[in-house]
C-alpha cells in the first residue's frame, strides 16, 4: 500500500474513577486522516481543515507521534499526512488523541503492520506529550484498542482492553469554550487525603466488575470522582445543573468528559441517552451558552479503515 485513509475516533478520558487510567473509544464522532508514503525519508503535514495547527512536524501532535514510530522502525521513504479535524481542539474528547493514535495506526499499516495496536499507544503517547505536557495513555489506547480500556500501569505499560456491555451508550455535551488540557491539569492538587484514594480505588474496582458483569447498577454508583472533579468542575459552566439534569433523566451516571469543558453521561439503552442528551441540552440553551451534542454507542474496534491502495 501507498495511501491509507482512516477515520480516528474521539474518545472519553477518565471516566470519573480513572483518572490518566480509564478510557472509552467513541462510534461516530472523529477525524478523517490520509497517510501517502513519499520518496523523501520525513515526516510531512501538508493540510489541515477544520483547525488552526501548526504544520511544523516537530509542533504537531501527529508528526510526533510519527517520528516516535519511525525512530525506532527505519525505512528509506517517509509519509506525508492530511487531517480533516472534526473534533475541535480543546473539546474533552481526545482531539490531540486522534491525530497521534491516527498517524501512527496509519503508517503502521502502510508499513506492513510491524507493530500490533496496543504496540502503537507508547509512540501515541509522545504526541499525548507534545499536547499536555504529559504521555498519558487513555485517549489513545481506546482509540487504537476500540472499546473501553484500562492502562494498569505506565512502566511497564500494561494496556487491558474491556468490551463494553452491549446498551451502554454515551451522551457527550461541549460547551463552545475551550479548556486547554494543560491548564486543566495544572489546576490539580498534587496530595489527596488516604479517604479519597480509598474512595477512588474502590470505584474503579467497581466500573471495572460490572462492565465484565455487565451490572449497570454497579457501572453507575462507581462513576464517581472524590479527587478531580471538585476542582475542575468550578471550570465548566453549569456542570452541577448538567448532572442533575442527567440523573433526572435515569442516566447511570456523569461526569468531565477527560479534562473538560464537555461533560459526558453513561446510559444503559439508547433511549434514555437521548433524553439525557434533552436534559443536558436545556440546561445550555438557558444559559443561552452555543454547545455541541453527540449521542454515541461504544466503538468495539477504535480506528478504522475507510480507503486504501
Same mark, same amino acid.
Given at each position: ?128 506529550? /507534545?499536547?499536555? #505536557?504529559?504521555?498519558? +495513555?487513555? %485517549?489513545? *489506547?481506546? $482509540? ?121 453521561? /453513561?446510559?444503559? #439503552?439508547?433511549?434514555? +441517552?437521548? %433524553?439525557? *442528551?434533552? $436534559? ?30
Amino acid at each position: 500500500m501507498d495511501y491509507i485513509k482512516i477515520f480516528s475516533p474521539a474518545t472519553i478520558a477518565n471516566l470519573s474513577c480513572g483518572f490518566d487510567v480509564l478510557g472509552l473509544c467513541l462510534d461516530n464522532v472523529g477525524d478523517e486522516m490520509t497517510v501517502r508514503k513519499i520518496d523523501e525519508k520525513t515526516i510531512r503535514i501538508t493540510k489541515i481543515e477544520g483547525a488552526d495547527l501548526p504544520l511544523e512536524t516537530e509542533k504537531n501532535v501527529s508528526g510526533v507521534a510519527a517520528l516516535a514510530l519511525l525512530h525506532e522502525w527505519d525505512t528509506d521513504y517517509g509519509f506525508e499526512i492530511e487531517i480533516t479535524k472534526n473534533i475541535k481542539a480543546g473539546s474533552g474528547i481526545g482531539s490531540s488523541a486522534a491525530s497521534a493514535a491516527g498517524s501512527v495506526f496509519a503508517i503502521n499499516e502502510l508499513l506492513g503492520r510491524p507493530y500490533e495496536n496496543k504496540d502503537l499507544v507508547r509512540f501515541a503517547m509522545q504526541g499525548e506529550k /507534545l499536547a499536555s #505536557g504529559s504521555a498519558h +495513555a487513555d %485517549n489513545v *489506547a481506546p $482509540a487504537l484498542l476500540g472499546g473501553i480500556t484500562l492502562v494498569r500501569s505506565y512502566d511497564p505499560l500494561d494496556i487491558i482492553k474491556i468490551e463494553a456491555p452491549e446498551e451502554l451508550f454515551a451522551t457527550v455535551i461541549h460547551p463552545q469554550i475551550e479548556l486547554r488540557t494543560a491548564d486543566a491539569r495544572s489546576v490539580l492538587k498534587q496530595h489527596i487525603t488516604l479517604q479519597n484514594a480509598i474512595t477512588q480505588w474502590g470505584n474503579v474496582g467497581g466500573f471495572v466488575a460490572g462492565l465484565y458483569t455487565r451490572d449497570y447498577g454497579l457501572i453507575g454508583r462507581s462513576l464517581q470522582d472524590k479527587i478531580v472533579e471538585p476542582i475542575r468542575g468550578l471550570l465548566i459552566p453549569g456542570f452541577d445543573r448538567l448532572k442533575i439534569a442527567c440523573q433526572t433523566q435515569g442516566a447511570l451516571g456523569s461526569g468531565i468528559s477527560g479534562s473538560g469543558p464537555s461533560v459526558f453521561a /453513561l446510559s444503559r #439503552g439508547f433511549e434514555t +441517552a437521548q %433524553n439525557a *442528551a434533552s $436534559a443536558m441540552s436545556q440546561v445550555y440553551d438557558d444559559m443561552k451558552l452555543p454547545y455541541e451534542i453527540h449521542i454515541s454507542g461504544i466503538n468495539p474496534e477504535g480506528i478504522k479503515i475507510l480507503d486504501k491502495k
